[in-house]
Each structure stands twice: as structure tokens, then as C-alpha cells.
T-cell receptor
Framework: DAKTTQPNSMESNEEEPVHLPCNHS???????IHWYRQLPSQGPEYVIH???SNVNNRMASLAIAEDRKSSTLILHRATLRDAAVYYC????????????FGKGTLLTVNP | EAGVAQSPRYKIIEKRQSVAFWCNPI?????LYWYQQILGQGPKLLIQ????????DSQLPKDRFSAERLKGVDSTLKIQPAKLEDSAVYLC?????????????FGPGTRLTVT
């Protein structure tokens, strides 16, 4: 499975934008880039996914580098409820589309 | 739309005892997953079903863990006998089908403590 690299932790202030980076230099052409987050004492929650183009949804935006070797999850205005562990995951048919979670990035949001 | 349901939410057992967890996925979701999440780590996939067939169980400790998905809907995960290192949260997830663009929906998990 192609691996991802994320910072262990990041800090942000409430109502400011947050850019969470993810490196995936060994990504293959068929790998989708998924982001999930896990709030304390809850199961993971889907945030967004993309293949080649940038994506926007009600929760966040996903910016994918032109060479696809990195991506950035953008939270446009962080709230205290966005404090969570954010996971960047690649999946493809070659791995039965399973999600392999790493350690993720622990995002702290300061009031 | 109802989410993924799991029961029980908490379970405490002694080592060498057996335990079973139940999962009811979102209606119409063909793919079901069981994950194990040890404290401080990301979830680890144990087994993946497509309808009632196993797609991937490469990380399931088959000497003590078993899982089934009857009629392609509900699923149970069993541990027999339990060891101390099985203490973890067991998460069930489902997705519409087996495809890269499909998101997985997770249940609240069952927190297992083995003493």
C-alpha cells in the first residue's frame, strides 16, 4: 500500500483557516486520496476525497498537487469542534479499496 | 438516514473468556468492515466483507478471532479466547460498494477491556 506522511500535530486558532499537509510521494495513478477525522471517543468520520482535481464540500476543501505527490486539507474557518485527529489515506482497487490508517495529525484549536 | 449501529458499547471480560460484538450497517451498504483501534493508534482493518463474502481478512488473528455476515446485512465479530492485548475499541464501518470513491461510515465502536 502507498504510504502517507503527515505532521504529528498542528495548532490553530478559532475562526482561522487551517492547512493540513500530507505527502504521498509513492502514489499510483489509481490511488484515491481520502481524508477522515476522528473526534475524541468517536469513530472516524469521512471528510473528503479526490483523485486528481481539487474538491470542495461543506466540510472542507482538498487541494491536490499537480504531480499528486502531496495534498492539503483546508478547513476554511476552524471551530473548537474541528479539534480531532486527521488521517490522510490512499486507497485503490489493488488493495481492495481498504483504508490503512496511520497516526494522523492531531489538530488543536485554540479559542 | 440511520447510521451504523454497534452493540454493546462497552464490555469488560477476563482473559480466556469469549466475547461477541454485533454490527448493523447502513441499509443498502454492500461492504462492511471491522477495525481494531488500540489506544493511541489509528484503526487497523481486521476483516472486510462484500455482501456476505470475505474480501480481505489478512490481518485477522484467525486462531482466536472470527467474523461472519449473515445474509449480507448484520455482522458479528467474536473473540475466543480473549487475551489482554485484545483490549481496544472495535469499530464497524460500511460503504455503499467496493470502490475508491466511496466513503466509509463508522459506528460508535465497542470498547473492550480484558482483565
Amino acid at each position: 500500500d502507498a504510504k502517507t506522511t503527515q505532521p504529528n500535530s498542528m495548532e490553530s486558532n478559532e475562526e482561522e483557516p487551517v492547512h493540513l499537509p500530507c505527502n504521498h510521494s509513492t502514489i499510483s495513478g489509481t490511488d484515491y486520496i481520502h481524508w477522515y477525522r476522528q473526534l475524541p471517543s468517536q469513530g472516524p468520520e469521512y471528510v473528503i476525497h479526490g483523485l486528481t482535481s481539487n474538491v470542495n464540500n461543506r466540510m472542507a476543501s482538498l487541494a491536490i498537487a499537480e504531480d499528486r505527490k502531496s495534498s492539503t486539507l483546508i478547513l476554511h474557518r476552524a471551530t473548537l469542534r474541528d479539534a480531532a485527529v486527521y488521517y490522510c489515506i490512499l486507497n485503490s482497487g489493488g488493495s481492495n479499496y481498504k483504508l490503512t490508517f496511520g497516526k494522523g495529525t492531531l489538530l488543536t484549536v485554540n479559542p | 438516514e440511520a447510521g451504523v449501529a454497534q452493540s454493546p458499547r462497552y464490555k469488560i471480560i477476563e482473559k480466556r473468556q469469549s466475547v461477541a460484538f454485533w454490527c448493523n450497517p447502513i441499509s443498502g451498504h454492500a461492504t462492511l468492515y471491522w477495525y481494531q483501534q488500540i489506544l493511541g493508534q489509528g484503526p487497523k482493518l481486521l476483516i472486510q466483507f462484500q455482501n456476505n463474502g470475505v474480501v480481505d481478512d489478512s490481518q485477522l488473528p484467525k486462531d482466536r478471532f472470527s467474523a461472519e455476515r449473515l445474509k449480507g446485512v448484520d455482522s458479528t465479530l467474536k473473540i475466543q479466547p480473549a487475551k489482554l492485548e485484545d483490549s481496544a475499541v472495535y469499530l464497524c464501518a460500511s460503504s455503499l460498494e467496493l470502490a475508491g470513491g466511496n466513503e466509509q461510515y463508522f459506528g460508535p465502536g465497542t470498547r473492550l477491556t480484558v482483565t
